[in-house]
């Protein structure tokens, strides 16, 4: 079945510091999604990505989705306190369909 | 915006009692509803996806006698776990998106089950 790998599962960097978390899938996808849960809470969607070589921006966060459609990365530049949470990418093979979540990137930010 | 709504939000029941979720999409109707389970540190596993008026489809190794999903409605989906065990001790939420919309789905914010 479909697969989506994401790493690292954690990282843990000092505030002001880039962070960036990899997401990768064994099968071709229609789109793919980004999703914020910060401790204690449930995910909340942050953005999606449907063209191949994408690239979106929201603030300090950068969004880009491979060319083959395969992968997709997250970047967020000097982080703050307020970022500290689980970053999932979750990947759909049709549109509107079933989703297949990352294991999640746990980022922990010191102040 | 999409607001979906989970209750309870926490449950704790006895081992062999049933405990009955809630998942409603509050300003939108959702013919599609997914189910998921998320252990402490891990990702979200997909369930079942339930299907308004029709039967749920189950993801590979989900239980369907024990994980009962009904969605009679357009903005109601209910998960009820039958004969419930610790073993089933986790968090269950829902996710749901408008029809036609494919900007991501909305979120519950999640049931936190105990069973003791």
């Known amino acids: 079945g479909q697969q989506v790998m994401q790493i690292p599962q954690y990282q843990h960097v000092q505030e002001g510091e880039d962070f960036t978390t990899y997401c990768n899938s064994s099968?071709?996808?229609?789109?793919i999604q980004w999703y914020k849960q910060r401790p204690g809470g449930h995910p909340v969607f942050l953005i999606q990505?449907?063209?191949?070589?994408e690239v979106k921006k929201q603030k300090r966060l950068t969004f880009q989705f491979g060319e083959a459609k395969k992968n997709s990365s997250l970047h967020i530049t000097a982080t703050q306190t307020t970022d500290v949470g689980t970053y999932f990418c979750a990947g759909q093979i049709t549109n509107a369909g079933k989703s297949t979540f990352g294991d999640g990137t746990t980022l922990t930010v010191k102040p | 915006g999409a607001v979906v709504s989970q209750h309870p939000s926490r449950v704790i029941c006895k081992s062999g009692t049933s405990v009955k979720i809630e998942c409603r999409s509050l300003?939108?109707?959702?013919?599609?509803m997914f189910w998921y389970r998320q252990f402490p540190k891990q990702s979200l596993m997909l369930m079942a996806t339930s299907n308004e008026g029709s039967k749920a489809t189950y993801e590979q190794g989900v239980e369907k006698d024990k994980f009962l999903i009904n969605h009679a409605s357009l903005t109601l989906s209910t998960l009820t776990v039958t004969s419930a065990h610790p073993e089933d001790s986790s968090f269950y939420i829902c996710?749901?998106?408008?029809?036609?919309?494919?900007?991501?789905?909305?979120f519950g914010s999640g049931t936190r089950l105990t069973v003791v």
């Open positions: 990505l449907v063209k191949s070589g």
């Open positions: 300003d939108f109707q959702a013919t599609t």
């Open positions: 996710s749901a998106s408008p029809p036609g919309q494919i900007y991501g789905y909305t």
């Open positions: 099968t071709t996808l229609s789109n």
